[in-house]
């Protein structure tokens, strides 16, 4: 069906945002049933050139977006009705805010004289997502008194501001669409002319959107001394920093972890340490660091970063600021790419003691024979080399931690997904699910059993990827990460209030999804049921059983054997 030929305004409209969406890149969108958002849910289910993927909820559908979004870096489409379906996306675009991932969402709204007089499933929505929109625009109730050309150029705007390509960081951006009956895709008289100020765009045989936004070139650095410190940054400049020539501290969402750069946190944990050795302390002194992209995950880093009196620059990032320590001499947000000088030498002191930590636990996880969290993250890892590539998908609290605390890395043709922009532990496994989607290429997800818990009806996600789908769901029976915090001395409150045990397996759940399941026993059988999964086109659920208790002892185990080589290293 032609635009012109719609049979009503509303669809007309819809259409003129879904062709645009199309010229403009977009691949992907999520659609969640909804009476209100009708034309906007029939224009892109009709549209042949986009693929639509239909979620029962709101905000399990924003994650899904979410994580197409992560995967490919182009917006993935959002299409919900009015009233909570509008508040269920917050967490999403919360994340896509602190994250700086690109994402559309077009809610469906009442026309003003509906609103805030009792009229059902009507709230004040406009700006419900200001706080962490990148955009929010409430644009009217479709008319051919308003020119054709304003909702192509909305829409181009929306897009720009998404990836960034407007001034400001990219995110979430809300466009609010207010209908009047008819909904349905049923006939009502219009004025097709009013398609004809747009003609040079209807009539664009290499189907080129209304409008472009330029892409800011990225500036080239050059890097004279100092170390980096890299977390999740633009693909650009990963690509320059990929073969650095000097010392690199990376973080696990950086993409740039690899024998080497990977193991900061073990090392700190030997450095920073009351009774550290002289020796150690003085080999890791710096005299600038360069702090590219996204916080990192350790602590400790963060904190030796803050203690650092040196020059301290930031690149890559803008809003939200990254600086916590409040100590950056320098920080410049837009993009940039990195070239070393020909003085750049790789600091010593730092490149052993990598080399020794991540050399030491390497050797006593391999020898560690029990089964918990870093075990079955090591094995699970491993077996993703059977496969070309992929992604890696880790849960915002001990899973990621663990990752990078012992530099338990993928394969070097895989990359690394998360959503640590603001560290939640909702919507991982429908992120994880639109990374899927997207990549079209194996995920593993390793999450824990409370993330889990908060996103079970995304299982009915990951029941329809087509493609190898890994969940690892690391069941340690409540949130193991407060057995490390201060709370953890007060018993009264602290099993029932914060390790909340729930006593919920999760096979038997993903069963009922009709999800591939596996309770593997042992390091062996986990590492068997990771192949079998990696093999299989769908979703398999990998439920490790383990105790808290056995996680913190191996981890305990695994940190001492590293602190005890970097001791004999550096007497």
């Given at each position: 069906?032609?635009?012109g030929?719609?049979?009503?305004i ?8 879904a062709e ?12 969640c049933?909804?009476s209100?958002?009708a ?16 979620a ?8 899904l ?9 182009m917006?993935a ?25 690109p994402?559309?969402l077009f ?11 009792g ?20 644009m009217?109730s479709p008319?051919?008194e308003?020119a054709?050309e304003?909702?192509l150029?909305?829409?181009?705007e ?8 407007a ?6 951006v ?6 009047r009956?008819?909904l349905?895709p049923?006939s009502?008289?219009w004025?097709?002319?009013?398609l004809r100020s747009?003609?040079r765009?209807?009539n664009?045989a290499?189907?080129a ?16 001394a ?13 690509r320059s ?6 010392t690199?501290?990376?973080d ?19 450095a ?6 002289r020796a150690?302390v003085d ?9 590219v ?8 880093l963060?904190?030796w970063?803050?203690?650092?009196d040196?020059?301290?620059d930031?690149?890559?990032?803008g809003d939200?600021?990254?600086?916590s320590s ?6 410049y947000?837009a993009?940039s790419?990195?070239?070393a ?9 730092w490149?052993?003691?990598?080399r ?5 636990a ?5 020898a ?15 077996a993703c ?17 663990d990752?990078?605390?012992?530099a338990i ?5 895989w990359?690394v997904?998360?959503?640590r922009?603001?560290?939640g532990?909702?919507?991982l496994?429908?992120?994880a699910v639109?990374q899927a ?10 999450i ?14 990951a ?24 709370i953890a001395?007060?018993?009264?409150v602290?099993d029932r209030c914060?390790t909340t ?11 009922a ?7 593997p ?19 398999t659920?990998i439920?490790v059983r383990?105790?808290a208790e056995?996680?913190?002892s ?16 550096f007497?």
């Amino acid at each position: 069906m032609s635009i012109g030929s719609a049979p009503n305004i509303n669809l007309a409209w819809s259409m003129l945002i879904a062709e645009e969406c199309a010229r403009l890149g977009v691949a992907h969108a999520v659609v969640c049933p909804g009476s209100r958002s009708a034309p906007l849910t029939v224009a892109f289910a009709r549209h042949p050139k986009l693929t639509l993927h239909v979620a029962h909820d709101e905000r399990g559908a924003a994650f899904l977006a979410l994580g197409i979004a992560k995967q490919s870096r182009m917006p993935a489409v959002l299409i919900v009705t009015s009233g909570t379906a509008v508040a269920n996306t917050l967490p999403a675009f919360v994340e896509a805010r602190m994250s700086r991932t690109p994402l559309l969402l077009f809610a469906a709204d009442r026309p003003p004289e509906l609103l805030d007089c009792g009229a059902n499933q009507s709230i004040a929505q406009a700006q419900l997502l200001s706080s962490a929109a990148r955009w929010s625009v409430a644009m009217p109730s479709p008319s051919t008194e308003i020119a054709a050309e304003y909702v192509l150029s909305t829409v181009d705007e929306a897009f720009a501001r998404a990836r960034g390509h407007a001034g400001a960081q990219p995110g979430g951006v809300h466009l609010n669409c207010a209908f009047r009956e008819p909904l349905a895709p049923e006939s009502k008289a219009w004025d097709a002319e009013w398609l004809r100020s747009i003609d040079r765009w209807s009539n664009d045989a290499t189907r080129a959107p209304w409008r472009r936004a330029t892409k800011a070139v990225p500036t080239d650095v050059k890097i004279d001394a100092g170390i980096l410190v890299v977390g999740r940054t633009s693909r650009a400049a990963a690509r320059s920093l990929a073969s650095w020539r000097g010392t690199m501290l990376a973080d696990i969402t950086s993409g740039l972890a690899v024998e080497g750069t990977a193991g900061a946190d073990l090392v700190l944990r030997a450095a920073m340490a009351k009774d550290a050795p002289r020796a150690l302390v003085d080999a890791l002194a710096v005299d600038a660091i360069v702090c590219v992209g996204d916080g990192v995950v350790s602590k400790r880093l963060n904190a030796w970063i803050a203690a650092q009196d040196c020059a301290i620059d930031v690149y890559g990032v803008g809003d939200p600021r990254m600086d916590s320590s409040h100590r950056a001499t320098s920080v410049y947000a837009a993009s940039s790419v990195f070239t070393a000088t020909t003085t750049l030498a790789p600091h010593e002191g730092w490149s052993r003691a990598l080399r020794c930590a991540t050399a030491a636990a390497s050797n006593a996880l391999r020898a560690e024979h029990s089964m918990c969290e870093p075990t079955a993250i090591a094995e699970v890892s491993a077996a993703c080399a059977q496969s070309e590539s992929g992604t890696m998908f880790y849960g915002s609290s001990m899973p990621i931690r663990d990752a990078d605390f012992f530099a338990i890395l993928p394969p070097s043709a895989w990359s690394v997904g998360s959503n640590r922009g603001a560290s939640g532990i909702d919507g991982l496994l429908a992120t994880a699910v639109g990374q899927a989607l997207a990549s079209q290429k194996p995920v593993v997800a390793c999450i824990g059993d409370v993330s889990a818990l908060h996103d079970l009806n995304s299982l009915q996600l990951a029941s329809q990827v087509k493609t190898p789908l890994l969940i690892v769901v690391l069941n340690n029976d409540g949130g193991g990460i407060f057995r490390y915090l201060p709370i953890a001395a007060h018993a009264d409150v602290f099993d029932r209030c914060f390790t909340t045990p729930h006593g919920r397996t999760f096979a038997p759940i993903a069963a009922a999804f009709g999800i591939r399941c596996e309770v593997p026993r042992t390091r062996e059988e986990t590492a068997q049921a990771a192949s079998r999964a990696l093999q299989h086109a769908g979703a398999t659920l990998i439920e490790v059983r383990c105790t808290a208790e056995s996680s913190e002892s191996v981890r305990t185990s695994l940190a001492q054997a590293s602190t005890a080589a970097l001791l004999r290293e550096f007497k």
